[in-house]
């Protein structure tokens, strides 16, 4: 009876053995599988992190102007700065504001006569006007002057003859002076900054624009200084478009009023700027616009809608321009802006 269990007995010994090992197999394979798999899960972890990583490093890269670098100004020049200018002269009162509002102050050995803005702007040496002391200005040492071609060709041909690095300018649009500040602010190594300037300038406009939208367009005659309006082409022509004004100036560019043709547009409402001046003294603007023969007529004066306006906002093509759009939204309408 023992003799005959015995086959039968190894038969299911060999059919168990067989069992565990294949069972044995299968976790061992399902283990490994399960490692491949957490490793392979690491792996992709690694890459997402590497990836993050390098997407940071490239953010703050851009951050940083990259040396040598080149730009060609307004008038087709093109400049190349080895590092960020150290010593800066500006020859115009938008430029010397930009420079400190992407936090480049420190960099500036001289200003134009009309730079008050910041306050610091007013302790720097002055180098004139339109007028400037070339003299002056050469004995500074610059490695970068900026200016207006349009308003200082013959100082900015002079200096250039004289091998000093001049980044002339002359923007007609909103855009344009948000261009030039992002321009100013990568050749000074303040891109940061700088896109914070204009990121304020794009949010001012876009908070204009739409609260104007709706708003009934009215005729808009703007006086920024005795005599003299601003048609077409230019930056304030457009500063009153986007505060939901229609400018009755038809003709290009600046350029001194007929004052017949004013009473003819009939404009619904007035801007002038203001002036600096001794005390008591009256802004000769407002007194044109009071006295000129036949203005007493025009709806705007019969009206009162006859508005000052700060003048260096208005008129200067740097960051404080989004302060003029807004003065002058909120002065032809008034009750959108609370």
Same mark, same amino acid.
């Given at each position: 009876?023992?003799?005959?269990?015995?086959?039968?007995?190894?038969?299911?010994?060999?059919?168990?053995?067989?069992?565990?090992?294949?069972?044995?197999?299968?976790?061992?394979?399902?283990?490994?599988?399960?490692?491949?798999?957490?490793?392979?899960?690491?792996? +992709?972890?690694?890459?997402?992190?590497?990836?993050?990583?390098?997407?940071?490093?490239?953010?703050?890269?851009?951050?940083?102007?990259?040396?040598?670098?080149?730009?060609?100004?307004?008038?087709?020049?093109?400049?190349? &700065?080895?590092?960020?200018?150290? @010593?800066?002269?500006?020859?115009?009162?938008?430029?010397?504001?930009?420079?400190?509002?992407?936090?480049?102050?420190?960099?500036?050995?001289?200003?134009?006569?009309?730079?008050?803005? %910041?306050?610091? /702007?007013?302790?720097?040496?002055? =180098?004139?006007?339109?007028?400037?002391?070339?003299?002056?200005?050469?004995?500074? #040492?610059?490695?970068?002057?900026?200016?207006?071609? +349009?308003?200082?060709?013959?100082?900015?041909?002079?200096?250039?003859?004289?091998?000093?690095?001049?980044?002339?300018?002359?923007?007609?649009?909103?855009?344009?002076?948000?261009?030039?500040?992002?321009?100013?602010?990568? =050749?000074?190594? #303040?891109?940061?900054?700088?896109?914070?300037?204009?990121?304020?300038?794009?949010?001012?406009?876009?908070?204009?624009?739409?609260?104007?939208?709706?708003? %009934?367009?009215?005729?808009?005659?703007?006086? &920024?200084?005795?005599?003299? +309006?601003?048609?077409?082409?230019? &930056?304030?022509?457009?500063?009153?478009?986007? /505060?939901?004004?229609?400018?009755? /100036?038809?003709?290009?560019?600046?350029?001194?009023?007929? %004052?017949?043709?004013?009473?003819?547009?009939?404009?619904?409402? =007035?801007?002038?700027?203001?002036?600096?001046?001794?005390?008591?003294?009256? $802004?000769?603007?407002?007194?044109?616009?009071?006295?000129? %023969?036949?203005?007493? +007529?025009?709806?705007? =004066?019969? $009206?009162?809608?006859?508005?000052?306006?700060?003048?260096?906002?208005?008129? @200067?093509?740097?960051?404080?321009?989004?302060?003029?759009?807004?003065?002058?939204?909120?002065?032809?309408?008034?009750?959108?802006?609370?």
């Amino acid at each position: 009876m023992k003799s005959k269990l015995m086959p039968l007995t190894k038969i299911v010994l060999t059919l168990t053995m067989a069992a565990l090992l294949m069972l044995t197999a299968a976790c061992g394979s399902g283990g490994n599988k399960a490692n491949q798999a957490a490793e392979n899960e690491g792996n +992709t972890a690694n890459t997402s992190e590497q990836a993050a990583a390098n997407a940071n490093n490239s953010a703050q890269q851009q951050q940083h102007s990259v040396y040598p670098l080149k730009l060609k100004d307004v008038t087709g020049t093109e400049l190349t &700065f080895q590092s960020a200018p150290a @010593r800066i002269v500006s020859l115009l009162p938008s430029e010397t504001e930009i420079v400190y509002a992407v936090e480049a102050g420190a960099s500036l050995v001289a200003v134009d006569n009309y730079s008050n803005y %910041p306050k610091e /702007a007013e302790s720097l040496p002055k =180098i004139g006007d339109m007028d400037a002391d070339i003299e002056k200005i050469v004995s500074l #040492k610059p490695d970068l002057v900026l200016a207006s071609y +349009t308003m200082g060709s013959a100082v900015v041909d002079k200096l250039r003859s004289l091998q000093i690095p001049v980044f002339a300018t002359d923007p007609k649009t909103y855009d344009a002076v948000m261009e030039k500040v992002k321009q100013i602010g990568e =050749i000074l190594d #303040k891109n940061e900054q700088a896109a914070a300037v204009t990121a304020h300038m794009e949010q001012v406009r876009e908070q204009v624009v739409n609260a104007v939208k709706d708003a %009934p367009k009215r005729n808009v005659y703007l006086e &920024f200084a005795p005599g003299w +309006t601003v048609g077409k082409g230019e &930056f304030l022509d457009e500063l009153i478009t986007l /505060a939901g004004g229609v400018n009755i /100036a038809s003709e290009q560019g600046w350029y001194e009023i007929n %004052p017949e043709s004013v009473v003819k547009s009939n404009p619904d409402q =007035i801007i002038y700027a203001s002036m600096t001046l001794a005390e008591g003294e009256k $802004n000769p603007i407002l007194t044109g616009i009071e006295t000129r %023969p036949g203005w007493a +007529t025009i709806n705007a =004066i019969k $009206n009162k809608q006859v508005f000052e306006v700060d003048q260096d906002p208005l008129t @200067r093509v740097g960051p404080r321009l989004a302060d003029g759009l807004l003065e002058v939204a909120k002065k032809l309408h008034p009750d959108l802006f609370k």
